[in-house]
């Protein structure tokens, strides 16, 4: 089931658990789910705590910090034992979807998805932060970034040099769209990389990027990045 499955403001909480309890309080609780009287007992307990401690914090004249702290608890408590009860009574055994479904929640997906290659190209700024070096950061996606966020994993770095020493040496710069065929590369996850390019002042360093996804599947590389290495 997914991870979201519970709501995120207090109030649509307030509304699942209400309608937990519609579901699950006798003479409604099906018996093949198991639940005891007195956990739905101490359900309905947190669960009347939190619908009273909410309007306190709601209000201008009766918020305090003791309110605030004692609606923190209140819905702390009501969350873990959401938790709870689906841990250890919607999921073992597990329900029917008829079963789900009155509860809001919906059935597990037992297929993977397969993680797409990145569709869009990215592109960086280019730094130059001492003597014989280029640094890197500010990677974003260059026009529309991939829909699938398991895309954007990682960026891999192609380098080369021209006139360079080994292993960035090329003979001349490629094509604005060959950057997949320069001869050095780098993989990253950082936010910034910062290139020691020692014995190479001087000569013109040649860039593109893109975007990987967790398997190392690389999308289209941007176009070529030029620079003087300082």
């Known amino acids: 089931m997914s991870h979201s499955w519970l709501p995120s403001s207090r109030t649509e909480q307030l509304a699942m658990a209400r309608n937990w309890i519609s579901v699950i309080n006798p003479p409604q609780n099906p018996p093949n789910w198991g639940i005891p009287a007195a956990q739905i007992t101490a359900f309905i307990t947190v669960f009347d705590a939190a619908r009273t ?17 004692q609606c923190n608890a209140a819905f702390k408590a009501l969350r873990d034992t959401m938790r709870f009860i689906k841990a250890h009574y919607f999921l073992v055994p597990p329900l029917a979807e008829s079963d789900l479904a009155s509860l809001g929640l919906k059935p597990g997906n037992t297929e993977h998805a397969p993680i797409p290659a990145p569709g869009g190209q990215v592109t960086a700024d280019l730094g130059y932060p001492a003597a014989h070096m280029i640094e890197l950061s500010n990677f974003r996606a260059l026009g529309a970034p991939s829909k699938d966020p398991r895309s954007d994993y990682g960026v891999g770095i192609k380098i080369g040099i021209v006139g360079g ?17 320069l001869p050095f590369y780098l993989f990253t996850r950082r936010r910034r990389e910062r290139l020691d390019l020692s014995g190479n002042s001087g ?5 593109s990027i893109s975007r990987e996804n967790a398997k190392g599947e690389p999308g289209p590389f941007c176009p070529v990045i030029t620079a003087i290495i300082p």
Do not use: F, W
């Open 53 to 69: 401690a909410l309007p306190k914090v709601q209000s201008d004249t009766e918020r305090t910090p003791v309110a605030t702290a």
């Open 203 to 207: 000569k013109m360093i040649c860039i």
């Open 165 to 181: 020493t080994a292993p960035y040496h090329i003979g001349e710069p490629p094509a604005s769209d060959e950057g997949n065929l």
